[in-house]
């Protein structure tokens, strides 16, 4: 399967605590997103990377997301300090970029985090 | 401010009959919209989408249409089958790389 991977696929952890979550897209697409996703709402964009560079974030985002995409192959997702707050869909998608104008998004199956 | 909006919010109807899904945004610069399906638990996937210049483009039961005047769309699907149980997103890419997302539909296909 080609598509996009995201592991772990739940992920339940107590509050304060640190997690980690990472995206393997399709191997040719250059462009990589995050978006969180709650019950009943759209996704909600976390922030974007063309490569390896992080080109914008989320100013709804505190400091205690990061996100990197090293050598702009995979990308982690780590939110420090967890809140129940972050409990949510996280969802990680790809595209193809500028060489495919109407390339669609395509998504993983995300990762389900709940803060207890 | 962009935005998209969708109704109605959620939507039962039976098996084997049509339904009509609505998208209407205030999205600029618009570059294209597109129809997404999320089941349960799972990414949403593409369903068609359509550029400025295409009024309508069908996708086996899936018959989307744009209006970019009037900039609303509508997703329409035929003879529903209980696999079509599910949320569906539209979306409206602006720009080269930003994407605006709609709250979605529920849709309830009931045997």
């Known amino acids: 399967d080609t598509g996009v991977s995201q592991d772990p696929r739940h992920k339940i952890t107590k509050r304060g605590q640190n997690v980690t979550f990472r995206c393997d897209p399709i191997?040719?697409?250059?462009?990589l997103y995050w978006y969180r996703q709650t019950l009943g709402q759209g996704p909600e964009f976390l922030t974007y990377?063309?490569?390896?560079?992080?080109?914008?974030k989320s100013r709804l985002l505190s400091d205690r997301f990061s996100a990197e995409r090293p050598k702009g192959s995979f990308s982690t997702l780590e939110i420090q300090r967890t809140e129940q707050g972050d409990s949510a869909m996280y969802l990680c998608?790809?595209?193809?970029?500028?060489?495919?104008?109407?390339?669609?998004?395509?998504f993983g199956n995300g990762t389900r985090l709940t803060v207890t | 401010k962009n935005q998209v909006e969708q109704s109605p919010q959620s939507l039962i109807i039976l098996e084997g009959k049509n339904c009509t899904l609505q998208?209407?945004?205030?999205?600029?610069?618009?570059?294209?919209l597109r129809w997404y399906k999320q089941d349960t638990g799972r990414g949403p996937v593409s369903l068609t989408i359509?550029?400025?210049?295409?009024n309508t483009k069908s996708n086996g039961r899936y018959t989307a249409t744009l209006d970019a005047d009037t900039k609303q769309s509508s997703l329409h699907i035929t003879a529903s089958q209980l696999s079509d149980s599910a949320s569906y997103i539209c979306?409206?890419?602006?720009?080269?790389?930003?994407?605006?997302f709609g709250t979605g539909t529920r849709l309830k296909v009931l045997a």
């Open positions: 979306v409206v890419r602006s720009g080269t790389y930003k994407y605006i």
């Open positions: 191997s040719e697409h250059n462009r």
């Open positions: 998608a790809s595209s193809l970029g500028d060489r495919g104008w109407n390339s669609p998004l395509h």
């Open positions: 990377f063309q490569n390896e560079a992080q080109l914008e």
């Open positions: 359509m550029t400025f210049s295409e």
């Open positions: 998208c209407n945004y205030t999205v600029s610069p618009f570059s294209n």
